[in-house]
T-cell receptor, first 116, second 114 residues
Framework: AQKITQTQPGMFVQEKEAVTLDCTYD???????LFWYKQPSSGEMIFLIY??????QNATEGRYSLNFQKARKSANLVISASQLGDSAMYFC?????????????FGPGTSLSVIP | SAVISQKPSRDICQRGTSLTIQCQVD?????MFWYRQQPGQSLTLIAT?????????ESGFVIDKFPISRPNLTFSTLTVSNMSPEDSSIYLC???????????FGSGTRLTVV
């Protein structure tokens, strides 16, 4: 079974600064995917970034990058140049890649507040 | 990736009543997933719905409380039955679009039971 840990219930960052949101995962699967989602106060879930367990390079999507350390089972999200609109809940998630029936498991989330 | 239209976006319901949530996808998908997010919590999978077969429920969720229909490859409904205040949550449907690995989510239904 997979488990996702996000040890930062809440984080604050100054506007235009960079911030790192921590995520560690526990899985026995060899092939898996890691995801980050953003949930604004409206409640929708917005996909941010994906990293495959066999990807050699860290994923990047605009201002988002994923610091993937496989040996440490760590998949931290880095947001550069924070904006006020980045204030939201952020969820780290993982999924085994054995079949399409594999479920996505979500971490408890980190609440990010961007200060003007 | 797929676009999901989820309705209603929010509702306030009386205890003991039922609410049906609809999700319409703009492309055919094999599986749809229904999640519940209780206040201040993470997402918990309720069930997985395949077209033409019974939904598969996770531990702690039963069909009598959360009946699901999946009449075709683009549509599904989740009913929250005999509601109590403990059912107040955000309910989200999601799909795995063809050729991708992760979930695309609907906009969510924010349910308050009074």
């Amino acid at each position: 079974a997979q488990k996702i840990t996000q040890t930062q219930p809440g984080m604050f960052v100054q506007e235009k600064e960079a911030v790192t949101l921590d995520c560690t995962y526990d899985t026995s699967d060899q092939s898996y995917g890691l995801f980050w989602y953003k949930q604004p106060s409206s409640g929708e879930m917005i996909f941010l970034i994906y990293q495959g367990s066999y990807d050699e390079q860290n994923a990047t999507e605009g201002r988002y990058s994923l610091n993937f350390q496989k040996a440490r089972k760590s998949a931290n999200l880095v947001i550069s140049a924070s904006q006020l609109g980045d204030s939201a809940m952020y969820f780290c998630a993982a999924k085994a890649m054995k079949t399409s029936y594999d479920k996505v498991i979500f971490g408890p989330g980190t609440s990010l507040s961007v200060i003007p | 990736s797929a676009v999901i239209s989820q309705k209603p976006s929010r509702d306030i319901c009386q205890r003991g009543t039922s609410l049906t949530i609809q999700c319409q996808v703009d492309s055919q998908v094999t599986m749809m997933f229904w999640y519940r997010q209780q206040p201040g919590q993470s997402l918990t999978l309720i069930a997985t719905a395949n077209q033409g077969s019974e939904a598969t429920y996770e531990s702690g969720f039963v069909i009598d409380k959360f009946p699901i229909s999946r009449p075709n490859l683009t549509f599904s409904t989740l009913t929250v039955s005999n509601m109590s205040p403990e059912d107040s949550s955000i309910y989200l449907c999601s799909v795995v679009p063809d050729g991708w690995y992760g979930y695309t989510f609907g906009s969510g239904t924010r349910l308050t039971v009074v």
